[in-house]
T-cell receptor
């Protein structure tokens, strides 16, 4: 049972427009959410995160929105650039009683920004 | 700083063979992790370590063993490889803590025939 879901395997956007990547989760114990970006033949790199006590976090062109009641988060990229073409993973973290915090990843969305 | 490095980058094994994947980090992180990535499934945690000399099971630990003899190194072993272990393996490290931002290595592509 996937606790973190990215239902869109791919997304194409024109350069300069907004990219919106979506992520849904089922575990109400998740209290921290992260987005990672991955280029081919490289490891994922951290992009932006948000705590469950917030509903928005911005970092330059990247903004993450969290809707706790809907168990939904989204990553907005404005304006989109060709260099943003990559796979984007959503990840979530929960406090655990008997073990360390772990990240649960979604399956990823391939973003293609067209020039 | 090299960050997180993984050795080897590629490997082909026959069913039943064994191998060890090496992960090294130079960021003095306490926590280290091994993941596997399969098509359409994201990254799944195999094993992790919260400090030198410690290891713990993740989501998909069967068929793998790990060791953390030194703080900077985390080894992943396959004792008897199976075709189902064909995957891309990523190592990561972190300080731990609330946000648990993890830093990833470049990955090892393993094929088991």
């Amino acid at each position: 049972d996937q606790q973190v879901k990215q239902n869109s395997p791919s997304l194409s956007v024109q350069e300069g427009r907004i990219s919106i990547l979506n992520c849904d989760y089922t575990n109400s114990m998740f209290d921290y959410f992260l987005w990672y970006k991955k280029y081919p033949a490289e490891g994922p790199t951290f992009l932006i995160s948000i705590s469950s006590i917030k509903d928005k976090n911005e970092d330059g062109r990247f903004t993450v929105f969290l809707n706790k009641s809907a168990k939904h988060l989204s990553l907005h990229i404005v304006p989109s650039q060709p260099g943003d073409s990559a796979v984007y993973f959503c990840a979530a973290s929960a406090r655990r009683v008997s073990s360390a915090r772990q990240l649960t990843f979604g399956s990823g969305t391939q973003l293609t920004v067209l020039p | 700083n090299a960050g997180v490095t993984q050795t080897p980058k590629f490997r082909v094994l026959k069913t039943g063979q064994s191998m060890t994947l090496l992960c090294a980090q130079d960021m003095n992180h306490e926590y280290m992790y091994w993941y596997r990535q399969d098509p359409g499934m994201g990254l799944r945690l195999i094993h992790y370590s919260v400090g030198e000399g410690t290891t713990a099971k993740g989501e998909v630990p069967d068929g793998y063993n790990v060791s953390r003899l030194k703080k900077q190194n985390f080894l992943l072993g396959l004792e008897s490889a199976a075709p189902s272990q064909t995957s891309v393996y990523f190592c990561a490290s972190s300080y731990g803590g609330l946000n648990n931002e993890q830093f990833f290595g470049p990955g090892t592509r393993l094929t088991v025939l």
